[in-house]
DNA sequence: CGGCAGTTTGACCAACATCAAGTTGGGTGG
DNA sequence: CCACCCAACTTGATGTTGGTCAAACTGCCG
Protein backbone atom coordinates (compact mmCIF):
# COMPACT_ATOMS: atom_id res chain seq x y z
CA UNK A 1 0.00 0.00 0.00
CA UNK A 2 1.45 3.21 -0.74
CA UNK A 3 1.26 6.59 1.09
CA UNK A 4 -2.24 8.34 0.33
CA UNK A 5 -4.43 5.48 -0.59
CA UNK A 6 -7.88 4.75 0.67
CA UNK A 7 -7.79 2.51 3.51
CA UNK A 8 -10.85 0.17 4.10
CA UNK A 9 -9.46 -2.39 6.33
CA UNK A 10 -7.13 -2.38 9.70
CA UNK A 11 -5.07 -5.60 9.67
CA UNK A 12 -2.61 -7.28 12.34
CA UNK A 13 0.53 -9.35 11.41
CA UNK A 14 0.27 -12.72 11.76
CA UNK A 15 3.86 -14.17 10.06
CA UNK A 16 6.04 -12.57 8.30
CA UNK A 17 7.53 -9.03 7.88
CA UNK A 18 6.90 -5.34 6.66
CA UNK A 19 8.29 -1.80 6.54
CA UNK A 20 6.60 1.41 7.10
CA UNK A 21 8.59 4.15 4.87
CA UNK A 22 8.79 6.93 2.92
CA UNK A 23 9.57 8.34 -0.14
CA UNK A 24 10.88 12.22 -1.26
CA UNK A 25 9.45 13.37 -4.71
CA UNK A 26 12.99 12.79 -5.39
CA UNK A 27 13.78 9.15 -4.79
CA UNK A 28 15.12 9.58 -1.32
CA UNK A 29 13.79 6.85 0.82
CA UNK A 30 13.60 6.61 4.68
CA UNK A 31 12.40 3.65 6.62
CA UNK A 32 9.95 4.49 9.16
CA UNK A 33 9.64 1.16 10.76
CA UNK A 34 9.07 -2.66 11.05
CA UNK A 35 6.03 -4.65 11.07
CA UNK A 36 6.30 -7.82 13.27
CA UNK A 37 3.93 -9.99 13.68
CA UNK A 38 1.26 -9.11 16.10
CA UNK A 39 1.91 -5.22 15.22
CA UNK A 40 -1.12 -3.64 13.89
CA UNK A 41 -1.84 -1.96 10.31
CA UNK A 42 -3.83 1.50 10.13
CA UNK A 43 -5.63 3.05 12.67
CA UNK A 44 -9.22 3.73 13.66
CA UNK A 45 -10.25 7.07 12.78
CA UNK A 46 -7.99 7.75 9.81
CA UNK A 47 -9.08 6.42 5.95
CA UNK A 48 -5.50 6.86 4.33
CA UNK A 49 -2.33 5.41 4.88
CA UNK A 50 -0.03 7.52 6.34
CA UNK A 51 3.01 5.85 4.96
CA UNK A 52 3.96 3.19 2.37
CA UNK A 53 4.20 -0.18 3.46
CA UNK A 54 5.57 -3.17 1.36
CA UNK A 55 6.46 -6.75 3.06
CA UNK A 56 9.65 -7.99 3.41
CA UNK A 57 8.58 -11.90 3.62
CA UNK A 58 5.79 -13.29 2.81
CA UNK A 59 3.26 -12.06 5.02
CA UNK A 60 -0.32 -13.07 6.47
CA UNK A 61 -2.63 -10.73 8.21
CA UNK A 62 -5.65 -10.36 10.00
CA UNK A 63 -8.20 -7.95 8.25
CA UNK A 64 -11.29 -6.05 9.86
CA UNK A 65 -13.02 -4.08 7.17
CA UNK A 66 -12.37 -0.23 9.15
CA UNK A 67 -16.07 0.71 10.23
CA UNK A 68 -17.52 -2.13 12.38
CA UNK A 69 -13.67 -2.59 13.49
CA UNK A 70 -13.83 1.36 15.05
CA UNK A 71 -17.34 0.37 16.43
CA UNK A 72 -15.44 -2.97 18.36
CA UNK A 73 -12.60 -0.56 19.99
CA UNK A 74 -15.92 1.89 21.16
CA UNK A 75 -17.50 -0.71 22.50
CA UNK A 76 -14.84 -3.21 23.90
CA UNK A 77 -12.38 -1.32 26.07
CA UNK A 78 -9.59 -3.65 26.26
CA UNK A 79 -9.12 -3.36 22.63
CA UNK A 80 -8.69 0.25 22.92
CA UNK A 81 -6.31 -0.26 25.77
CA UNK A 82 -4.04 -2.59 23.95
CA UNK A 83 -4.14 -0.73 21.32
CA UNK A 84 -2.43 2.55 23.22
CA UNK A 85 0.09 0.11 24.66
CA UNK A 86 1.03 -0.69 21.25
CA UNK A 87 1.21 2.78 19.85
CA UNK A 88 3.12 3.86 23.02
CA UNK A 89 5.65 1.47 22.29
CA UNK A 90 5.77 2.23 18.52
CA UNK A 91 6.55 5.91 19.85
CA UNK A 92 9.15 5.15 21.73
CA UNK A 93 10.79 3.49 19.28
CA UNK A 94 10.27 6.21 16.83
CA UNK A 95 11.94 8.72 19.13
CA UNK A 96 14.72 5.88 19.91
CA UNK A 97 15.28 6.23 15.83
CA UNK A 98 15.03 10.12 16.26
CA UNK A 99 18.31 10.04 18.09
CA UNK A 100 19.78 7.48 15.95
CA UNK A 101 18.99 9.32 13.37
CA UNK A 102 20.15 13.12 14.21
CA UNK A 103 22.79 12.79 15.91
CA UNK A 104 24.29 9.34 15.59
CA UNK A 105 27.74 8.76 13.37
CA UNK A 106 27.94 6.33 11.00
CA UNK A 107 29.39 3.81 12.75
CA UNK A 108 27.03 3.98 15.41
CA UNK A 109 24.39 3.66 13.32
CA UNK A 110 25.71 0.20 12.23
CA UNK A 111 26.51 -0.41 15.19
CA UNK A 112 23.41 0.49 16.88
CA UNK A 113 21.63 -1.96 14.74
CA UNK A 114 23.87 -4.97 15.01
CA UNK A 115 23.47 -5.39 18.10
CA UNK A 116 19.23 -4.82 18.10
CA UNK A 117 18.90 -7.34 15.64
CA UNK A 118 21.27 -9.79 17.31
CA UNK A 119 19.70 -9.21 20.69
CA UNK A 120 15.83 -9.52 18.75
CA UNK A 121 17.05 -12.86 16.68
CA UNK A 122 19.15 -14.22 19.86
CA UNK A 123 15.66 -13.64 22.36
CA UNK A 124 13.45 -14.89 19.41
CA UNK A 125 15.69 -18.35 19.41
CA UNK A 126 15.55 -18.10 22.91
CA UNK A 127 19.25 -17.98 22.56
CA UNK A 128 21.22 -15.95 25.73
CA UNK A 129 22.21 -13.24 24.57
CA UNK A 130 26.54 -13.46 25.50
CA UNK A 131 29.76 -13.04 23.35
CA UNK A 132 29.97 -15.14 20.74
CA UNK A 133 26.70 -14.30 19.39
CA UNK A 134 25.87 -15.64 15.80
CA UNK A 135 23.24 -14.48 13.73
CA UNK A 136 22.08 -13.81 10.08
CA UNK A 137 21.43 -10.52 9.10
CA UNK A 138 18.06 -10.34 7.93
CA UNK A 139 18.01 -7.36 5.49
CA UNK A 140 20.51 -6.35 2.77
CA UNK A 141 23.12 -3.66 3.30
CA UNK A 142 20.68 -1.49 0.85
CA UNK A 143 17.83 -2.07 3.87
CA UNK A 144 20.46 -1.08 6.31
CA UNK A 145 21.20 1.96 4.72
CA UNK A 146 17.35 2.84 4.17
CA UNK A 147 16.52 2.29 7.91
CA UNK A 148 19.75 3.98 9.11
CA UNK A 149 19.73 7.23 7.15
CA UNK A 150 22.83 5.99 4.71
CA UNK A 151 24.02 4.87 1.64
CA UNK A 152 24.40 1.48 0.80
CA UNK A 153 28.30 2.38 0.05
CA UNK A 154 28.84 4.03 3.52
CA UNK A 155 27.17 0.96 5.56
CA UNK A 156 29.56 -1.54 3.46
CA UNK A 157 32.26 1.03 4.50
CA UNK A 158 31.29 0.91 8.21
CA UNK A 159 30.89 -3.40 8.22
CA UNK A 160 34.01 -3.48 6.72
CA UNK A 161 35.95 -1.21 9.64
CA UNK A 162 34.00 -2.94 12.07
CA UNK A 163 35.66 -6.30 10.89
CA UNK A 164 38.87 -5.13 10.38
CA UNK A 165 38.72 -3.61 14.33
CA UNK A 166 37.86 -7.06 15.13
CA UNK A 167 34.22 -6.45 16.62
CA UNK A 168 32.81 -8.52 14.60
CA UNK A 169 33.49 -11.78 12.08
CA UNK A 170 31.73 -11.44 9.04
CA UNK A 171 31.13 -14.96 6.94
CA UNK A 172 29.64 -14.32 3.09
CA UNK A 173 27.76 -10.95 3.62
CA UNK A 174 24.95 -11.82 5.70
CA UNK A 175 26.32 -14.15 8.41
CA UNK A 176 27.41 -11.95 11.52
CA UNK A 177 29.03 -12.90 14.97
CA UNK A 178 29.93 -10.87 17.35
CA UNK A 179 33.17 -12.01 19.70
CA UNK A 180 32.57 -9.46 22.27
CA UNK A 181 28.98 -7.92 23.13
CA UNK A 182 30.73 -5.12 25.27
CA UNK A 183 33.18 -4.38 22.68
CA UNK A 184 30.15 -3.91 20.55
CA UNK A 185 27.92 -1.89 22.98
CA UNK A 186 31.13 0.69 23.38
CA UNK A 187 30.48 1.94 19.82
CA UNK A 188 26.97 2.62 19.82
CA UNK A 189 27.24 5.78 21.50
CA UNK A 190 24.30 5.12 24.01
CA UNK A 191 25.36 4.14 27.73
CA UNK A 192 26.75 0.74 28.27
CA UNK A 193 25.24 0.56 31.28
CA UNK A 194 21.88 0.74 31.03
CA UNK A 195 21.92 4.43 32.60
CA UNK A 196 22.59 3.50 35.74
CA UNK A 197 24.71 6.16 38.00
CA UNK A 198 27.73 3.99 39.51
CA UNK B 1 12.11 15.63 34.72
CA UNK B 2 14.46 13.16 33.82
CA UNK B 3 15.04 10.00 31.83
CA UNK B 4 14.49 7.64 34.02
CA UNK B 5 12.81 9.28 36.99
CA UNK B 6 10.11 7.94 38.48
CA UNK B 7 6.88 9.39 37.38
CA UNK B 8 4.59 8.99 39.86
CA UNK B 9 1.85 11.17 38.05
CA UNK B 10 0.75 12.11 34.66
CA UNK B 11 -0.68 15.31 33.32
CA UNK B 12 -2.22 17.35 30.95
CA UNK B 13 -0.47 20.61 29.54
CA UNK B 14 -2.99 23.52 30.56
CA UNK B 15 -0.55 26.84 29.06
CA UNK B 16 2.92 27.09 27.76
CA UNK B 17 4.99 24.84 26.53
CA UNK B 18 7.66 22.03 27.17
CA UNK B 19 10.13 19.99 24.81
CA UNK B 20 11.35 16.50 24.91
CA UNK B 21 14.83 15.57 24.52
CA UNK B 22 17.62 12.56 24.82
CA UNK B 23 21.15 13.10 25.74
CA UNK B 24 24.01 10.23 25.04
CA UNK B 25 26.58 10.28 27.39
CA UNK B 26 29.00 12.61 25.78
CA UNK B 27 25.86 15.25 25.65
CA UNK B 28 24.79 15.57 22.28
CA UNK B 29 21.27 16.21 22.50
CA UNK B 30 18.64 15.38 20.28
CA UNK B 31 15.10 17.49 20.62
CA UNK B 32 12.30 14.53 20.54
CA UNK B 33 9.31 16.75 20.54
CA UNK B 34 7.36 19.55 21.51
CA UNK B 35 4.73 19.46 24.34
CA UNK B 36 1.86 22.36 23.84
CA UNK B 37 -1.38 23.29 25.44
CA UNK B 38 -3.77 19.94 25.10
CA UNK B 39 -0.59 17.24 24.75
CA UNK B 40 0.21 14.34 27.70
CA UNK B 41 2.89 13.39 29.58
CA UNK B 42 3.49 10.55 30.85
CA UNK B 43 1.54 7.26 30.25
CA UNK B 44 -0.67 4.94 31.47
CA UNK B 45 1.39 1.22 32.31
CA UNK B 46 4.89 2.91 32.42
CA UNK B 47 6.32 4.28 35.92
CA UNK B 48 9.57 5.78 34.45
CA UNK B 49 10.31 8.51 32.60
CA UNK B 50 11.36 7.94 29.08
CA UNK B 51 12.86 11.17 27.88
CA UNK B 52 13.81 14.21 29.50
CA UNK B 53 11.32 16.91 30.15
CA UNK B 54 12.14 20.64 30.14
CA UNK B 55 9.93 23.60 29.80
CA UNK B 56 10.60 26.05 27.82
CA UNK B 57 7.98 28.57 29.17
CA UNK B 58 6.27 28.85 31.97
CA UNK B 59 4.03 25.56 32.02
CA UNK B 60 0.64 24.63 33.73
CA UNK B 61 -0.18 21.28 34.01
CA UNK B 62 -3.22 19.73 35.50
CA UNK B 63 -1.59 16.67 36.80
CA UNK B 64 -3.53 12.80 37.83
CA UNK B 65 -1.46 10.38 40.44
CA UNK B 66 -1.28 7.62 37.92
CA UNK B 67 -2.69 4.92 39.66
CA UNK B 68 -5.83 6.65 39.78
CA UNK B 69 -5.91 7.96 36.98
CA UNK B 70 -4.79 4.42 35.24
CA UNK B 71 -8.10 3.39 36.86
CA UNK B 72 -10.13 5.69 35.17
CA UNK B 73 -8.48 4.78 31.81
CA UNK B 74 -9.80 1.18 32.13
CA UNK B 75 -13.65 2.24 33.76
CA UNK B 76 -13.74 5.29 30.62
CA UNK B 77 -13.44 4.08 27.53
CA UNK B 78 -13.36 7.08 25.83
CA UNK B 79 -10.33 8.64 28.03
CA UNK B 80 -8.65 5.64 26.42
CA UNK B 81 -10.01 6.56 23.04
CA UNK B 82 -9.32 10.14 22.63
CA UNK B 83 -5.55 9.32 24.21
CA UNK B 84 -4.89 6.73 21.50
CA UNK B 85 -5.66 8.81 18.61
CA UNK B 86 -3.39 11.92 20.41
CA UNK B 87 -0.62 8.74 20.22
CA UNK B 88 -1.18 8.03 16.91
CA UNK B 89 -0.62 11.98 15.93
CA UNK B 90 2.16 11.88 18.03
CA UNK B 91 3.42 8.73 16.31
CA UNK B 92 2.74 10.60 12.60
CA UNK B 93 4.96 13.30 13.77
CA UNK B 94 7.98 11.50 14.82
CA UNK B 95 7.75 9.62 11.75
CA UNK B 96 7.54 13.01 9.63
CA UNK B 97 11.09 13.91 11.63
CA UNK B 98 12.48 10.74 11.03
CA UNK B 99 11.95 11.35 7.39
CA UNK B 100 13.75 15.08 8.13
CA UNK B 101 16.57 13.91 10.24
CA UNK B 102 17.52 10.75 8.15
CA UNK B 103 17.36 12.18 4.61
CA UNK B 104 17.06 15.85 4.70
CA UNK B 105 19.82 18.46 3.83
CA UNK B 106 20.36 21.27 6.35
CA UNK B 107 18.26 23.50 3.88
CA UNK B 108 15.44 21.56 3.82
CA UNK B 109 15.09 20.92 7.57
CA UNK B 110 15.47 24.82 8.26
CA UNK B 111 12.25 25.52 5.70
CA UNK B 112 10.31 22.73 7.05
CA UNK B 113 10.30 24.41 10.35
CA UNK B 114 10.13 27.36 9.53
CA UNK B 115 6.83 26.37 7.67
CA UNK B 116 5.75 24.46 10.05
CA UNK B 117 5.99 27.44 13.14
CA UNK B 118 4.77 29.98 10.55
CA UNK B 119 2.20 27.63 9.71
CA UNK B 120 1.29 26.62 13.20
CA UNK B 121 1.59 30.20 14.53
CA UNK B 122 -1.08 31.73 11.90
CA UNK B 123 -3.09 29.25 12.65
CA UNK B 124 -3.32 29.99 16.15
CA UNK B 125 -3.40 33.57 15.78
CA UNK B 126 -6.45 32.98 13.22
CA UNK B 127 -4.41 34.29 10.53
CA UNK B 128 -5.07 33.04 6.72
CA UNK B 129 -1.92 30.96 5.89
CA UNK B 130 -0.53 33.32 2.48
CA UNK B 131 2.43 35.50 0.71
CA UNK B 132 3.50 38.03 3.46
CA UNK B 133 2.82 35.42 6.58
CA UNK B 134 5.18 37.39 9.35
CA UNK B 135 5.77 35.63 12.75
CA UNK B 136 8.45 36.01 16.16
CA UNK B 137 10.35 32.66 15.89
CA UNK B 138 9.58 31.29 19.43
CA UNK B 139 13.04 29.70 19.78
CA UNK B 140 16.71 30.13 19.77
CA UNK B 141 19.27 29.33 17.17
CA UNK B 142 20.44 26.64 19.52
CA UNK B 143 17.05 25.13 20.27
CA UNK B 144 17.09 25.39 16.18
CA UNK B 145 19.54 22.71 15.46
CA UNK B 146 18.25 20.65 18.48
CA UNK B 147 15.30 19.94 16.97
CA UNK B 148 16.69 19.91 13.68
CA UNK B 149 19.97 17.62 14.38
CA UNK B 150 22.43 20.07 13.11
CA UNK B 151 24.86 22.90 14.82
CA UNK B 152 24.16 26.21 16.01
CA UNK B 153 26.56 27.37 13.17
CA UNK B 154 24.60 25.61 10.56
CA UNK B 155 21.17 26.68 11.65
CA UNK B 156 23.05 30.14 11.19
CA UNK B 157 24.49 30.18 7.70
CA UNK B 158 21.44 28.25 6.33
CA UNK B 159 19.32 31.14 7.64
CA UNK B 160 21.31 34.06 5.83
CA UNK B 161 21.69 32.09 2.80
CA UNK B 162 18.11 31.76 2.62
CA UNK B 163 17.89 35.62 3.35
CA UNK B 164 20.04 36.61 0.92
CA UNK B 165 18.63 34.16 -1.95
CA UNK B 166 15.09 36.04 -1.25
CA UNK B 167 13.39 33.25 0.70
CA UNK B 168 12.61 34.95 4.10
CA UNK B 169 13.24 38.25 5.15
CA UNK B 170 14.93 38.72 8.87
CA UNK B 171 14.66 41.34 11.19
CA UNK B 172 16.65 41.30 14.55
CA UNK B 173 17.79 37.55 14.98
CA UNK B 174 13.88 36.67 15.49
CA UNK B 175 11.33 38.20 13.68
CA UNK B 176 10.63 36.35 10.28
CA UNK B 177 8.69 37.22 7.25
CA UNK B 178 8.04 34.60 4.38
CA UNK B 179 7.33 36.94 0.93
CA UNK B 180 6.59 34.01 -1.06
CA UNK B 181 5.10 30.57 0.62
CA UNK B 182 5.43 28.43 -2.38
CA UNK B 183 9.14 29.68 -2.58
CA UNK B 184 9.61 28.62 0.70
CA UNK B 185 7.38 25.37 0.54
CA UNK B 186 9.54 24.37 -3.24
CA UNK B 187 12.71 24.40 -0.77
CA UNK B 188 11.26 21.74 2.01
CA UNK B 189 12.04 19.31 -0.48
CA UNK B 190 8.47 17.67 0.13
CA UNK B 191 5.45 18.04 -2.43
CA UNK B 192 4.21 21.25 -2.89
CA UNK B 193 0.90 19.72 -4.17
CA UNK B 194 0.28 17.86 -1.61
CA UNK B 195 1.43 14.62 -2.80
CA UNK B 196 -1.56 15.16 -5.74
CA UNK B 197 -0.72 13.72 -8.62
CA UNK B 198 -2.43 16.01 -11.74
C1' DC C 1 30.46 -20.28 -19.00
C1' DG C 2 28.01 -15.93 -18.91
C1' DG C 3 24.70 -12.98 -16.53
C1' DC C 4 23.20 -10.69 -12.75
C1' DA C 5 22.13 -8.84 -8.21
C1' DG C 6 24.37 -7.76 -4.19
C1' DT C 7 28.42 -6.17 -2.27
C1' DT C 8 32.98 -4.13 -1.79
C1' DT C 9 36.51 -0.86 -2.80
C1' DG C 10 38.70 3.37 -4.52
C1' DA C 11 39.04 8.25 -5.81
C1' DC C 12 37.08 12.33 -5.27
C1' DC C 13 33.79 15.84 -3.61
C1' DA C 14 30.16 18.37 -1.02
C1' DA C 15 27.98 19.16 3.12
C1' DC C 16 28.23 19.83 7.55
C1' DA C 17 30.98 20.08 11.94
C1' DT C 18 34.52 22.27 14.51
C1' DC C 19 37.29 25.85 16.16
C1' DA C 20 37.93 30.62 16.53
C1' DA C 21 36.91 35.37 16.03
C1' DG C 22 33.83 38.98 15.46
C1' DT C 23 29.14 41.40 15.84
C1' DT C 24 24.74 42.73 17.75
C1' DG C 25 21.51 44.27 21.02
C1' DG C 26 19.42 44.44 25.37
C1' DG C 27 20.29 45.07 30.23
C1' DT C 28 22.95 46.84 34.23
C1' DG C 29 25.69 49.55 37.10
C1' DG C 30 28.47 53.64 37.60
C1' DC D 1 23.18 58.76 29.95
C1' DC D 2 26.84 56.22 28.77
C1' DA D 3 30.13 52.42 29.11
C1' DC D 4 30.47 47.86 29.53
C1' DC D 5 28.85 43.16 29.80
C1' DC D 6 26.95 39.19 28.32
C1' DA D 7 24.28 36.05 25.74
C1' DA D 8 22.79 35.14 21.29
C1' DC D 9 24.03 35.23 16.90
C1' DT D 10 26.98 35.60 12.67
C1' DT D 11 30.98 34.87 9.96
C1' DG D 12 35.35 32.87 8.52
C1' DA D 13 38.89 29.21 8.04
C1' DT D 14 39.62 24.60 8.13
C1' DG D 15 38.73 19.58 8.98
C1' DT D 16 35.83 15.24 8.76
C1' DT D 17 32.30 12.59 7.54
C1' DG D 18 29.68 10.58 4.59
C1' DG D 19 27.89 11.01 -0.30
C1' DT D 20 28.79 10.33 -5.29
C1' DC D 21 30.55 8.21 -9.23
C1' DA D 22 32.86 4.44 -11.07
C1' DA D 23 34.91 0.10 -11.21
C1' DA D 24 35.80 -4.37 -9.55
C1' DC D 25 34.51 -8.62 -7.02
C1' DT D 26 31.43 -12.49 -5.26
C1' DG D 27 28.39 -16.07 -5.37
C1' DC D 28 24.41 -17.92 -7.35
C1' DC D 29 21.53 -19.43 -11.09
C1' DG D 30 20.37 -20.72 -15.60
Known amino acids: MFEGDEMHFVASVVTGAARLSRTLPDGRLQMLGLLLPSDFIGRPGRDK ?15 FRRKPFEQM ?8 QRLLAMSLDELDVAREWMMLLGRKTAREKITCLLALIGQRIATLHLQPVTDGLSFEMPISRE ?39 ADLMAETGDDTDGGMLI
Open 73 to 80: VETTPHIG
Open 143 to 181: AMGEYLGLTIETVSRQMTALRKDGIIEVKGSRSITIPDL
Open 49 to 63: VAYDVEAIQDVTLCC
